[in-house]
Each structure stands twice: as structure tokens, then as C-alpha cells.
């Protein structure tokens, strides 16, 4: 059984930086993207950003929202079966709950919600004060 653990939100202030992990449990690199989603109160849930692994050999794609390009970076350690998801330059609108997930999405496609397979964690509040 999947399960992801999300930990490492917090309160920033504007132009700060946080570092989300993301811990998978019964979760292989390879077989699926993960994707870092967020959703902000009334607000539908986004893709961020997600990563995939190839399933043979150490290639990896990355896919970031435009909202976030140039801000955030995902990355994964395959030792600790975690991804991580490092953002700068925060602004108040990144306040929101985020999570990861399975996805099936290929290459950009990761990014959307339909193609999100969960199973959804408690999610980590990150909120941005201006």
C-alpha cells in the first residue's frame, strides 16, 4: 500500500524559503510521476510541480507550474524514498495546503489534477505573510 507523508510547511514571510519533503512508503521510483499539489482555501487543487524517474538508470524529468518556475525546485532521494520540494522567493499567494501524489500523467501532464493518483496525505500548510 502507497501512503506519503508530507512534512516542512510552516509561516514565512514574503521572500523566504521553506523545504517540503514528501516520505513514500510502498512507492517505487519508476513506476509512477509524484507530484507536488497544493489547494488554497476555495480554491481547486494544482499541480506545483513533479518529478519522474526512469525506470532503468538514473534519468529523471522535472515539470514545474508556471506560477512557480524559476522559484521552486523538486528533487528525490531514492535512498531515503523522499522527494523534496524547495521553494524561494515566496509570495503570499503560495499560501496553501500542500500534498503529493501518485501520478500517471506523462511528461507535463503530471501537473494535472485528473491524472493524480493519490492516496492523499494530511498535506503540509505553508503560509506566506506579507
Known amino acids: 500500500e502507497v501512503q506519503f507523508v508530507e512534512s516542512g510547511g510552516g509561516l514565512v514571510q514574503a521572500g523566504g524559503s521553506l523545504r517540503l519533503a514528501c516520505a513514500a512508503s510502498g512507492f517505487a521510483f519508476g513506476d509512477y510521476s509524484i507530484t507536488w499539489f497544493r489547494q488554497a482555501p476555495g480554491k481547486e487543487r494544482e499541480g506545483v510541480s513533479c518529478?519522474?524517474?526512469?525506470?532503468?538508470?538514473?534519468?529523471?524529468?522535472?515539470y514545474y507550474g508556471d506560477s512557480v518556475k524559476g522559484r521552486f525546485t523538486i528533487s528525490s532521494d531514492k535512498a531515503k524514498n523522499t522527494v523534496y520540494l524547495q521553494m524561494s522567493g515566496l509570495k503570499p499567494e503560495d499560501t496553501a495546503a500542500y500534498y503529493c501524489?501518485?501520478?500517471?500523467?506523462?511528461?507535463?501532464?503530471?501537473?494535472?489534477?485528473?491524472?493524480?493518483?493519490?492516496?492523499w496525505g494530511q498535506g503540509t500548510q505553508v503560509t506566506v505573510s506579507s
Open positions: 501524489s501518485e501520478s500517471v500523467g506523462i511528461r507535463s501532464d503530471c501537473l494535472l489534477y485528473a491524472h493524480a493518483r493519490g492516496p
Open positions: 518529478i519522474s524517474h526512469a525506470v532503468v538508470g538514473d534519468e529523471i524529468e522535472t
